[in-house]
């Protein structure tokens, strides 16, 4: 008995670490007087931004580009180029060392955190889902929408068929992580939270990276639709998901060593 508590205790304690962390944003000296823009247009800036997580081992250095309202990037590049460490500091889950980042013309640093991650979506190759309906997990960005809305946001993101064929429907219990879906239908059930939640900003992390030929079709029709007005970045590796984006990124060793501007596929088919 006294072995088997061991792990208990361990474990109690990393918990009780966790509960007395303070979130970011509710720290009254850090929170008092940072910005809640009225409006967000969507135009992100990176001026001469370098970043590193440990001194003197730079992640990014000396980036500079502009997003404009309503364009959508494209940034690749090889591993560890910096592609997601870039977009998480859109996110603010770090601040770079040097340089600074603005949304609409407001420097991140004086932008209330919470309110700007409100303004964000984020669909990653990394699905989180919860053993609990589908329509609560679509409504996880949102939850006081109204089924209409869910239902809604399911049809814009191609997988209101296919949660039609379900015995339960929209009341069905997926399991942990999405257990009874495919990859494919898991993904599109994130993309319909992003539909649900209609944010000005948008992140896509690799969103086909694991999806076959068909798969990722149905995914960038959905994607298509979802990024029309809204500043758009994308991380992708596979060739077929950067034809939709106005601006390529090319990355390397922290980088930005080519920047190519495009007529997304979107508006050429």
Known sequence: FHIMLQPVFASMERLMELFRTVPEFEHKDRSKGLLKPETVQGEIKFKNVSFSYEEGQPVLRN???TAYPGEVVALVGASGAGKTTLVNLILKFYIPQTGSIYLD????REIDTKWLREQIGVVSQ???????TIENNIKYGKPFAA???VVNAAIRANIHNDIEKLEDKYTTFIGERGAILSAGQRQRISIARAFLKDPPILIFDE?????DAETEGLLKDSIRNLIRGKTTFII????S???IAQKVLVLENGR????RNQIPSSLTS
């Not at 013309?105 to 991140?108: P, Q, W, Y």
């Not at 969103?207 to 999806?211: E, G």
């Not at 992708?236 to 060739?239: D, E």
């Open 236 to 239: 992708a590796h596979r060739l």
């Open 126 to 132: 990394e699905i989180f889902l919860f053993n609990d």
């Open 105 to 108: 013309g407001h420097d991140l």
């Open 147 to 149: 089924t209409e809305e």
């Open 207 to 211: 969103p086909t990276s694991a999806l």
């Open 241 to 243: 998901m950067i034809d």
């Open 256 to 259: 930005i060593v080519e920047t």
């Open 63 to 65: 980036i500079s580009f």
